[in-house]
């Protein structure tokens, strides 16, 4: 079916000032510096597909789950674009349209695997915009992508996950992962008492029709050394980027990780490792090593 001419399409992408930025330069300060203080070169997501598909999926669900509060709060739910519409309009416009055929195929499995959803959860928030002000001083923003209230007045907020293939493992990664433990200080904030923990809704793509699909929702351990110590860790961060900053160095020259654990990650190369070889003027991204994890 199609959508009303001006339903509205979420924007889901990152926040004005999120945890991005501070992880790029704590992994690497380079990386921080070809990110966010060269000359923008832009990067699109069509050599990137486990980028591509992971925004296309956060898309359907965003509009998936505005339709169904808008249905718990009795407002007109055709006020959002269908999701299957809004995927299609957006990978078009992102030229990423080889990816809808398996977005699509994941995300209606999804809504049959949570057909309960709406019976078993308020929605609160879709991509609700939230901020922080660290130490009184460095404000750090966040997108959350579904806050949830339970049958027992329990807040929960879901971050989504896709992956190629889910392992026990990845609810250890998340477990301290500096984005969760923001979005977990900005929504005690906002909900206190009643906000009771992050979960990932893990989504693995289901690649052909007829696979099994496999999808999972964890609550994160809490890492209670990292929370108290969150607000020291954001600005020993800050601090650094503003050291360099002050110092005039060129942007080429900021200090480099040049490891192999730091300069390849999960889903290949860092897109900047060719300006690291030869210099700023080499191309960014390309040389992805391994297509998709
Ligand atoms: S290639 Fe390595 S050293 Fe260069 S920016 Fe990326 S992570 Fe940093």
Redesign the pocket.
């Known amino acids: 079916m199609a959508s009303r001419h001006d339903a509205k399409i979420i924007w889901t992408g990152p926040s004005p000032r999120g945890w991005h930025r501070l992880q790029l330069a704590a992994?690497?300060?380079?990386?921080y510096a070809?990110h966010y203080e060269a000359p923008k070169a832009q990067v699109g997501m069509s050599g990137r597909p486990a980028l591509a598909r992971g925004a296309l999926v956060h898309l359907a669900l965003a509009q998936h789950y505005a339709r169904m509060r808008a249905r718990q709060q009795n407002e007109p739910e055709d006020e959002w674009c269908e999701p299957e519409e809004a995927v299609e309009l957006v990978a078009k416009l992102e030229g990423i349209e080889e990816h809808v055929l398996i977005v699509l195929r994941t995300f209606r499995r999804y809504v049959e695997f949570y057909e309960n959803d709406e019976a078993d959860f308020e929605i609160l928030g879709v991509e609700e915009m939230g901020s922080t002000k660290i130490a009184g001083k460095y404000l750090l923003t966040g997108r959350r992508d579904l806050t949830v209230r339970d049958r027992s007045q329990r807040v929960f907020v879901w971050d989504h996950k896709t992956t190629s293939r889910l392992t026990a493992r990845h609810k250890q990664f998340y477990a301290i992962s500096g984005q969760l433990l923001g979005y977990g200080r900005m929504a005690r904030e906002r909900y206190g008492e009643a906000y009771a923990g992050m979960s990932v809704n893990l989504i693995e793509l289901v690649a052909k029709d007829g696979e099994r699909s496999n999808f999972s929702r964890v609550v994160l351990e809490r890492s209670p050394n990292l929370e108290s110590r969150f607000e020291r860790i954001v600005v020993d961060v800050e601090e650094a980027i503003e050291r360099l900053q002050a110092s005039g160095r060129p942007y080429d020259d900021w200090p480099?990780?040049?490891?192999e654990l730091?300069?390849f990650h999960r889903y290949g190369?860092?897109?900047?490792?060719n300006?690291?070889?030869y210099g700023a003027g080499a191309a960014v991204g390309g040389n992805w090593v391994w297509s998709d994890q």
């Open positions: 992994e690497c300060l380079q990386k070809w480099k990780a040049i490891n730091t300069c190369a860092c897109e900047h490792i300006r690291c070889r």
